[in-house]
């Protein structure tokens, strides 16, 4: 088995951090070949994608190539969009990022068993479903509309709030303030759409339509509460159009996994296929990153890639990892 080590460097505080890293990758290989593992710093967005691709071309189609996203959901991202079309490649996350959603899926209380170098470099694999948007692979979470809106209106605060480290407590604050400039902006938050799911004709006005692979999506929010990545389906969930005040009220409830309380304000459903179009430009965020596009096609590709998981873990929807995380607080686990 050959590994790859793929780092994004903007993950770890300071270069000390990194080299520890570095350090720990290391001494995990000490006693083979050199040769057996790689480790390849990623220069800016999507610059991994094309680096996993050559490094797995490079190795015999009969031994497997491991390949270690090391740093945030971004990173795991370019990964899987590199390791898509390998049959003899695998992909593990290694958290270091400020959001890590796609491990959420295994229990919150278990994302640093992920860091565990020597741990996953054994550890066997589950058969994980995909999504394929167009020429990109999406594993977690996809948002057409409000949501994506607020990526870069967010991103714009928080650049600034992270210049000045003293003043980096405020960073929360920062998304509540991109959330809510989108919200009351009317021609973001009431988009008509063409929307087609499994073939069914769902177009009309839309605040929001997220679509889920996974639960994790923002941090603590679950907006898709049942999705897991193995079951071969996506999980829907539309937002009917409403005031900026509901629609501020009813948030609450759509990030944690609470719209099945409100039918008349969220239509839930699963599918296999999703085409959305619009007569203004669709903003979407891809598993974190932001495109804008005029259509969007989405298909769930089941068991298409294999993720490394420690021993004895499995994927949980956002209700059974509440539970899974109760017992473990009290002991149980």
Do not use: W
């Not at 990109?136 to 209106?153: D, F, H, R």
């Not at 296929?273 to 804008?292: A, F, M, P, Q, T």
Request: charged residues 25%.
């Amino acid at each position: 088995m050959r590994h790859m080590f793929v780092i994004n460097p903007k993950s770890f505080v300071d270069l000390k951090s990194l080299k520890a890293f570095l350090l720990s990758v290391e001494d995990c290989f000490s006693t083979g070949k050199r040769a057996e593992y790689k480790v390849y710093v990623s220069r800016y967005p999507r610059d991994a994608i094309a680096a996993v691709n050559r490094y797995i071309d490079s190795v015999e189609e009969t031994e497997t190539v491991r390949v270690y996203a090391v740093g945030g959901d971004g990173i795991f991202f370019d990964c899987l969009n590199g390791v898509i079309g390998h049959e003899n490649a695998e992909i593990a996350s290694v958290p270091y990022g400020n959001a890590n959603d796609f491990l959420r899926a295994f229990g919150e209380h278990r994302v640093n068993r992920f860091r565990d170098i020597k741990a996953l470099s054994r550890s066997g694999t589950i058969l994980t479903d995909i999504i394929k948007c167009g020429t990109n692979y999406s594993i977690m979470n996809t948002s057409i509309g409000l949501e994506a809106n607020a990526v870069p209106a967010v991103e714009k605060y928080v650049k600034y709030i992270e210049a000045l480290p003293i003043i980096k407590k405020l960073t929360p604050l920062a998304y509540n303030a991109g959330g809510f400039k989108c919200i009351t902006d009317k021609s973001l938050r009431l988009q008509k759409y063409k929307l087609f799911i499994d073939g069914v004709d769902y177009s009309g006005t839309y605040i929001n339509i997220n679509i889920g692979n996974t639960f994790g999506n923002g941090g603590k929010n679950a907006p898709n509460p049942y999705a897991v990545p193995d079951d071969g389906l996506i999980n829907v969930v539309l937002i009917k159009p409403m005031s900026a005040l509901k629609t501020i009220i009813r948030f609450s409830d759509y990030v944690n996994g609470r719209v099945g309380k409100h039918p008349e304000d969220f239509i839930t459903l699963q599918c296999k296929h999703l085409k959305c179009s619009s007569d203004r430009i669709l903003h979407v965020g891809l598993d974190g990153e932001y495109y804008l596009t005029n259509e969007i096609e989405m298909e769930i590709i089941p068991q298409a890639v294999k993720v490394v998981v420690p021993d004895n873990i499995t994927y949980l929807n956002y209700f059974d990892a509440l539970i899974d995380a109760r017992k473990a607080k009290g002991g149980v686990i």
